[in-house]
């Protein structure tokens, strides 16, 4: 990365490797937390987050803790998931893809954000699909401010059914 990809999101990112790495309490930590709840060592990952948005980090690390670390692609989270099914039923064309993706762009609160994106990532790593986790921490940033979740609903769900459009963050 250069100094111009030194952003939060990108120390974030940086931090979340850093954890998994190490194996230790931060990461352990990020496997169980429940969205909300104070713990120190997700806290310490989520350091360089806006106050505000902390616990939306928190989910993604969460995520990649249960995806089993941050083994990345280039897909954003709906065109991975469009890969996602069995027996010539994938993404669109393969009900529980459809139902997960119903369930995130439905999602109101980070619980339901965090239970949505925990049944895609299950999903995401049962079929062995790599996923850009920085596209997911700049969606989930957006899908975290009132005034821009409906941009980040909407790009997951057409990178889920084209796979063309321009990335929520941006």
Known sequence: MTDTDDTPGQRFLRRLYRAEKDNGAQWAALHSWQPITP?????????????????????????????????????PLGA??????????????????TRLMRSL???DTIDDLDR???????ALRRDDIAL?????????????QPHSRDRAREYWA???YTHTPAPAGH
Request: net charge positive.
């Open 39 to 75: 713990n120190p060592e997700v806290i310490a990952v989520t350091a360089d987050a806006p106050d505000q948005l902390w616990p939306y980090w928190a989910v993604v690390g969460k995520m990649a803790a249960r995806y089993g670390g941050l083994r990345g692609g280039k897909a």
């Open 132 to 144: 850009n986790w920085s596209d997911l921490v700049d969606t989930v940033t957006a899908w975290a």
């Open 158 to 160: 057409r990178t889920f």
């Open 80 to 97: 991975a998931m469009r890969r996602v099914g069995r027996d010539g039923a994938f993404g669109p064309n393969n009900p529980a893809a």
């Open 105 to 107: 762009v439905d999602a």
């Open 116 to 122: 949505a994106l925990a049944g895609i990532v299950g």
